[in-house]
């Protein structure tokens, strides 16, 4: 079994990741098909969710982090549109909020059906 402190270190480490790779420059990159980069935010911001609610659920719940999460990722969005190599895209942030509210799905679903 993985601790809580596994999952907090876990956790912060990827926002911290998470926050350079959306301020830092990326070069145009070859994808494989049309909505990659969208399945990329999807997968990060799933991520950050389950990592997040293993790391403090008992005590947030499933709401705060997942509210506060969205507001994170429309921060990195607005702060994107200020590098001048970067912009917001809203199209980010709703696969952004798509992969929170999936994590979200399966971690519920377990719970109804019991």
Known sequence: MISTAAYKLAFWLLLIAVT???MVAVPAQQQLFHWQDKLHHMGAYGAL???????YGDRLGLWLPAMGLVVFGLVMEVAQSFTG???????DL??????????????????RNH
């Open 20 to 22: 350079i790779l959306s």
């Open 49 to 55: 969710f389950l990592l997040l609610i293993r790391a």
């Open 85 to 91: 190599y970067r912009q917001a895209e809203l199209w």
């Open 94 to 111: 709703a696969a952004n909020i798509s992969g929170i509210l999936l994590v979200g799905l399966i971690l519920t679903y377990p719970r």
